[in-house]
Nanobody
Framework: QVQLVESGGGLVQAGDSLRLTCVPS????????MGWFRQAPGQERECIAR????????RYADSVKGRFTISRDNDKNTMYLRMNSLKVEDTAVYYC??????????????????WGQGTQVTVSS
């Protein structure tokens, strides 16, 4: 069993930056492909970024490419999402998640078995 705890959300203005942090409990952090998802009211949960077990492979949704950076520090058992140039449309609840699948098989929410409780990000104009 893995428990994930996100932090770092908040209320910011358009153009600002935030860094989200995800800390899993337990061991075997490196056994999981990790992902960041977000869900806005009335919309489906979408995968905005994922990172492979060793931190080398990453993939981003087009909506955040060039603005967000996912990273992980396996020595510290921590994953990050650096969000720059935030837009109003980035407003959502952000979740981190862990998948036992390999990187290429972890593109959708159904591949993830452990989820954090979510952290709210609100971007005002």
């Amino acid at each position: 069993q893995v428990q994930l705890v996100e932090s770092g959300g908040g209320l910011v203005q358009a153009g600002d930056s935030l860094r989200l942090t995800c800390v899993p409990s337990g061991r075997a952090f490196t056994a999981y492909t990790m992902g960041w998802f977000r869900q806005a009211p009335g919309q489906e949960r979408e995968c905005i970024a994922r990172i492979g077990r060793n931190g080398i492979f990453t993939r981003y949704a087009d909506s955040v490419k060039g603005r967000f950076t996912i990273s992980r520090d396996n020595d510290k058992n921590t994953m990050y999402l650096r969000m720059n140039s935030l837009k109003v449309e980035d407003t959502a609840v952000y979740y981190c998640a862990a998948s036992p699948n390999g990187f290429e098989s972890a593109a959708t929410a159904t591949a993830y078995v452990y989820w954090g409780q979510g952290t709210q990000v609100t971007v005002s104009s």
